[in-house]
Structure formats: C-alpha cells, structure tokens
C-alpha cells in the first residue's frame, strides 16, 4: 500500500508530465545512448509517422545515407551537446519525404545533473506542416470573436493571406476587412502581423488543443 | 493494461519493427500517463498499473525535467490543488510571480491577482474543477491578464490533468502561463538552415518574431527603413510569403515557438537597453560589413 504522502507526490509529478500532453510541439526526454524515457502526445503523432525521425526498439534515429543513426551519434549534435558554447544548445532542420522539414532542437536537461548516471536531453520537434489554430469556444472566451472572425483568425494564423481569406469565406473585400478590423478591435491589436503575433505568442504552443474536434468550417452553415 | 493489450494494438498498425516500437511507446503512455520506462518500457507500465511504488523516484525525475522542458519553451507552469493554494511552479512562472504585475502568492501558498485585474486564479481553477468529463474535447479553460496601465499580458490556460491511475484523484489543476514579453531567441544556425537566412536576415527574424514592426526594425537597429525593406524582401522570397503576417506565420510554425539560441532566455524587447542591445550592435556592425561585400553599397550604413 502506497503511503499518501507519496500518493500525492506521485500525482504531482503525474500531473506536470501531462501539462507537455498539452503543447503543440513535441517533446521527448532521452537518456545518454538515444533512448526515449518520456514521449509527449504530439510528438508521438510526428514520430508514428516514421518519416524523417524515427523509433526503433525506443531509441530515437534519423536515417542518413541509407542507414539509420541514433540522433545523440550525428556528429553535429553530438558535438553540440558537449561544448558549452551556445549553452549546449543545438537546432537542426530534418528532411522527409513528405512536406516541409522538421525543426528539431536538442539541448541538455540540467536539472537531474547531480546524478551523472541519469544524464538526459531533451529534444523539441516542430512541425511546420501540422495545422495550427485556436479552437472557436477559446477565441469567443478569450476576446469575444464570432464565428466568422474565429475562422479569419484561424486562417491568418496559419498563414493565409487576407485575399486568400476572403475567398474562403466567399465574401467581398471590404467584407473581409470589415471582419479584419473588429478583430483589430476585440484583440487591441493594431494591424494583421501585430493580430498574427500576438496569437502565436499566447497560444502558438497550446492552440491545436481542441481544434481537431471541431468540424470543419465548410459546414458551418448547418452547424450554426 | 495488461500484454494482451499490446499485441492488440500492435495490429492496429503495420507490424514493422518500427511501428511495434512506437505502439509500445503509446500503450506505455495509456497505461502510465505519458510515461515509460526506456528499455522496460511495457514491464514498467503494467507494474505501475498494479500500483508499484517501485517507480515513484523515476516519475518524479521526470517531473522535473518536464518543469525543466517548459522553461525552455518559457511556458510558465503552476500546479494548484482546487483552492488555490500553489503546489508546484517552474522557474519560468516563478519569474512570473515575482514580477507581482499579474499574478502573486500570499502568505498562505495562495495565488492571488495583482491589483485592479478582472481575471482571478481563484476564478480560473473554480471553473476547471467545476467542469465535468462531458466537455471532453475541451478539458481546459482560457482566460488573459493584461497590465492595467501597458500593453503587456499573459494568457493562462488551465486544464485538469488527465489521470490514469485512480490513486491520483488528488483535483489538482494546471495552469499554463504564456507571457508575450517572455522572450524566444532563435539561433541563427537554424534559421539559416532552415530558411538560408543570411546572419542579417536571421537578426531581423529574431526582431520579427519579437513583435517590431517594420518602423520598430529601422530604429532599433538604426538602420534606413529601405534597408528593412530589402531584408524583408529577401526573407520574403526565401520563406515565400507574401505579407508580413504571412512571414510571422511561418516562422513561428518553422522555429519561433522554441527557444534555441544561446545564453539565458533575454528577451530582445522594444524597450530593453542594456546587453542585448550592445551584443545586437556588435553583430550589426559585423553584418553591415558582409552586406556591402555582397553589393548591397553604402546603402546599408546608417547615416
């Protein structure tokens, strides 16, 4: 029988492994030979993929000329980790077959350093070609956006031009930046890359939470 | 979960090696909530399953490099238990509290709000807790402070963490702090090998992705406007976008999200005097230097 105490701590800790669940990047934590000790809900989506990085027998590889190699055996990470300049800190930029390349950045977790048996790394992977967005219910809870507005900013967030905008929605231009400036107004932003910014920056890493669930914005009309 | 179920849903799938490990990987994560064990990986899961303490050390290292993982996504995180009362902070929020302008902690472990804020803690949590299972594509809430005189503001999401284990019934509540004046430096390693930004280029995504506009750029760098222009346009070409807002988007979704420069997380904000901005200077002036080798002329000099 576990003592409550350690129940609780158990829970706590619990409880903080699940807030990376949440992030739309992904986030993994490797021991010293490549193997995965934690895996976090997108990153396991990226790497089910098996494209560009993969998994075998839980150690994270990356295929180069043919072979796969442990991502802590390329020689550019390998030697990035182990300087101290740029605070062990290295990004780089993985080719797939399929769409845009993935952002990794790798660098030392130095909070479990006191032990030299459990030194780890961490390793965040971005992926460009996932969608990103903000779910409807959160933008009218947060600046009180409508419906239409809310699929504006979804679009703009994901980097669709206004004129590209307005033909998804089917509307006329001064339509369209009818919509734009109550955005403006709503956010107290002053211009559509100052719109773009400020949702990246509050919710870039937290947005996609719900938006997957949500149908999609053709069939609105029968929805609303 | 028990091995049966392993096999089941490594059918799911093809039956590659690689796939098996990957499916393990996320049955390890069912089973444990987001956690397994390296090499051990199912054997772990399904002793924590039978409520072995054995791995209660392990689950707590890893709660520290995951408190460590959002610092350096400078996501601020705050465990409470559903009165309040702050049971676990990261560094990155506690910069947060201790910046008293949002949000602060009393006496008694207590999260309160800084004066003359509408949004509470108290008010967040309540109505976490009080939501039930049904809204289970949406198990968080959203809600923003801004600075009563500025234009600074953090946006909290909170979210019941997602238990597995019935030990856990602990109602504790996660609040996600993002700060827009927590700054994410980007190297310029990466974005020139992502994009083949030029040292130039890759400073002014920096500045981009810091919220300057095109004014802000030419006089915080002191550079012509004209010569921001040529910057953008390059960048433009080189990320094929078509507008600002366009470029912004796809250099968060590439890169910005992560803080992958060195040094500590200084932000490079419209108002900070001081060593970034020197260290801005110097790496300016080396720039300048490349950009009229190339044959951009004197244009590139300030006046």
């Known amino acids: ?224 | 979960m028990s091995q049966t179920q392993m096999s089941v849903s490594c059918e799911k799938g093809c039956d590659c090696p690689i796939c098996s490990g990957v499916v393990r990987t996320s049955v390890g994560r069912a089973s444990a909530n987001a956690y397994i064990d390296g090499e051990n990986g199912c054997k772990s899961a399904a002793l924590r399953t039978n409520g072995s303490p054995s791995l209660t050390g392990n689950v707590q290292s890893m709660a520290a490099i995951a408190l460590e993982a959002l610092d350096c996504l400078n996501i601020g995180l705050l465990v409470t238990n559903a009165d309040c009362r702050l049971l676990r902070a990261n560094k990155t929020a506690q910069r947060i509290l201790d910046g008293r302008i949002f949000v602060t902690v009393d006496a008694g472990g207590v999260l309160r709000t800084a004066k003359g804020l509408r949004t509470t803690p108290a008010d967040v949590v309540r109505r976490v807790t009080e939501a039930d299972g049904s809204e289970k594509h949406r198990p968080h809430v959203l809600a923003t402070m801004r600075e009563v005189a500025g234009n600074r503001e953090i946006t909290i999401v909170a979210a019941k963490p997602q238990m597995v284990s019935e030990h856990s019934a602990l109602g504790t509540v996660l609040l996600l702090l993002f700060s827009t004046s927590q700054g994410r430096t980007t190297s310029s390693e990466a974005l020139t090998s992502i994009f083949g930004f030029t040292s130039a280029e890759a400073m002014m995504a920096n500045l981009v992705l810091e919220g300057l506009s095109r004014n802000d750029c030419s006089s915080y760098l002191r550079i012509q406007p004209t010569t921001v222009a040529f910057h953008l346009k390059n960048m433009f070409r080189k990320t094929r976008s078509r507008c600002h807002a366009q470029l912004i988007s796809k250099l968060f979704k590439a890169i910005g999200l992560i803080h992958s420069a060195s040094g500590d997380t200084t932000a490079i904000t419209q108002g900070s005097v001081g060593k970034p901005l020197a260290d801005i200077e110097v790496q300016l002036g080396r720039d300048l230097r490349i950009g009229s080798k190339s044959g951009h002329g004197p244009c590139c000099l300030p006046k």
């Open chain 1, 1 to 224: 029988m576990i003592s409550q105490n350690c129940n609780n701590s158990t829970a706590l800790a619990e409880a903080v492994l699940g807030a990376l669940d949440l992030l739309t990047a992904g986030v993994l934590v490797l021991d010293s030979s490549s193997q995965v000790l934690f895996v976090n809900r997108v990153a396991e989506d990226i790497l089910s993929e098996c494209d560009g990085l993969e998994l075998v027998n839980d150690v994270l590889q990356i295929p180069v000329d043919g072979r796969r190699v442990p991502i802590q055996e390329i020689p550019a990470i390998r030697s990035g980790l182990s300087t101290s300049r740029n605070s062990g800190i290295v990004s780089a930029s993985i080719r797939r077959n399929s769409g845009t390349p993935l952002t990794v950045v790798v660098r030392n977790a130095v909070s479990l350093a006191r032990n030299e048996n459990t030194a780890t790394t961490l390793v965040f992977i971005l992926d460009p070609d996932r969608p990103v967005g903000i779910s409807r219910t959160d933008l009218h809870q947060l600046y009180g956006l409508t419906y239409t507005e809310s699929n504006l900013v979804n679009w703009l967030m994901d980097g669709k031009t206004l004129e590209e905008c307005r033909l998804l929605l089917g509307v006329r231009p001064s339509t369209v930046r009818m919509h734009l400036r109550n955005v403006l107004g709503k956010t107290g932003t002053g211009n559509q890359s100052e719109l773009v910014w400020l949702l990246f920056k509050n919710l870039g890493l937290v947005g996609a939470v719900a938006v997957g669930n949500e149908p999609s914005p053709t069939n609105h009309k029968m929805i609303c």
